[in-house]
């Protein structure tokens, strides 16, 4: 198992340009999700996914953010018209959910390295 | 709402002494996962420990140690003789996990605390 893993790790992009990020997750887990992390805080939630199906969507992921995640497997994060508000680490992660009475059981998220995004 | 607080922003420690970070959360649902991650100066989330809501045992691992207090919404952690390689960020995160609020999981993390180890 190699972990989670994110590509490109590093994206310099000018303003207004469209980018595009990947994320191959851990094969046997059926969550996947995006954070995005600016420096000095902690990861913010943008999106998730369970298996092909995107469930979630934070409002910080404005309607210049989309997400896919063809097939279950990979997924890709894509950012239309950037801004410079758009640097930020964006990172992965992937985790196995299971349902119980009343209650979903969550392990814990695996993360990958990251894709630094910088908006020149 | 859900919240994690973790007030200590930085703090410095020579090597060996104890350390305890402090978290303090804030949640609506009764059945709900508490997590802590590390994040080192290669910046990749290290995972370290999850606990759920119906289990206030202490835990101990190696030099590290968790206290769970419900009655405060506390989950703090304790680094037990510092080394130089805990220098790092400290995350304390929680996620809901009841069926009525559906939240998926997802976590909502703290701050970070950033710890540095001095020799």
């Known amino acids: 198992d190699t972990g989670v893993s994110q590509n490109p790790r590093h994206k310099i992009t000018k303003r207004g340009q469209n980018v595009t990020f990947r994320c191959d997750p851990i094969?046997?887990?059926?969550?996947l999700y995006w954070y995005r992390q600016t420096l000095g805080q902690g990861p913010e939630f943008l999106t998730y996914?369970?298996?092909?199906?995107?469930?979630?969507k934070s409002r910080l992921l404005s309607d210049r953010f989309s997400a896919e995640r063809p097939k279950g497997s990979f997924s890709t994060l894509e950012i239309q018209r950037t801004e410079q508000g758009d640097s930020a680490m964006y990172l992965c992660?992937?985790?196995?959910?299971?349902?119980?009475?009343?209650?979903?059981?969550?392990?814990?998220?695996?993360f990958g390295p990251g894709t630094r995004l910088t908006v020149t | 709402a859900q919240k994690v607080t973790q007030a200590q922003t930085e703090i410095s420690v020579v090597e060996k002494e104890d350390v305890t970070l402090d978290c303090v959360y804030e949640?609506?649902?009764?059945?709900?996962?508490l997590f802590w991650y590390k994040q080192p100066p290669s910046g990749e989330l290290v995972f370290l420990i999850r606990?759920?809501?119906?289990?206030?045992q202490n835990e101990i691992s190696g030099r590290y140690s968790w206290n769970f207090q419900k009655s405060t919404s506390s989950f703090n952690f304790t680094i037990t003789a510092s080394q130089v390689v805990d220098s790092a960020v400290y995350f304390c995160?929680?996620?809901?996990?009841?069926?009525?609020?559906?939240?998926?999981?997802?976590?909502?993390f703290g701050q970070g605390t950033e710890l540095s180890v001095k020799p």
């Open positions: 992660a992937s985790s196995l959910i299971t349902t119980g009475q009343g209650a979903i059981v969550v392990y814990e998220q695996y």
């Open positions: 094969s046997e887990h059926n969550r």
């Open positions: 996914f369970q298996n092909e199906a995107q469930l979630e």
């Open positions: 949640t609506r649902d009764t059945t709900y996962y």
């Open positions: 606990r759920n809501s119906f289990d206030e």
């Open positions: 995160a929680l996620s809901e996990a009841s069926l009525l609020y559906n939240q998926g999981g997802k976590l909502i």
